[in-house]
């Protein structure tokens, strides 16, 4: 996993897509969601963690469900 240096800047740029960087460094450094979803059983072929993450990132781009997934594979 590539590591990211977080520091301030003398002119703030913010993206649509930078708050998907932290969102991901803290799910995978501070949580144990892997180890525990792992346990649950899935009723599909995605695992359970994809779709945490998954929906997680499109919560920090502002969208708030899984119809906004599809256009981001079509292209």
Do not use: W
């Not at 994809?50 to 499109?58: E, F, M, N, P, V």
């Amino acid at each position: 996993m590539r590591l990211f240096q977080i520091e301030q800047s003398n002119s703030e740029l913010y993206t649509s897509h930078s708050g998907l960087v932290l969102i991901g460094l803290a799910i995978n450094k501070h949580t144990s969601l892997k180890k525990t979803l792992r346990e649950i059983p899935k009723h599909h072929g995605i695992a359970n963690i994809d779709l945490i993450r998954t929906y997680a990132g499109q919560l920090s781009l502002g969208k708030n469900d899984f119809d906004a997934i599809e256009p981001t594979f079509r292209t």
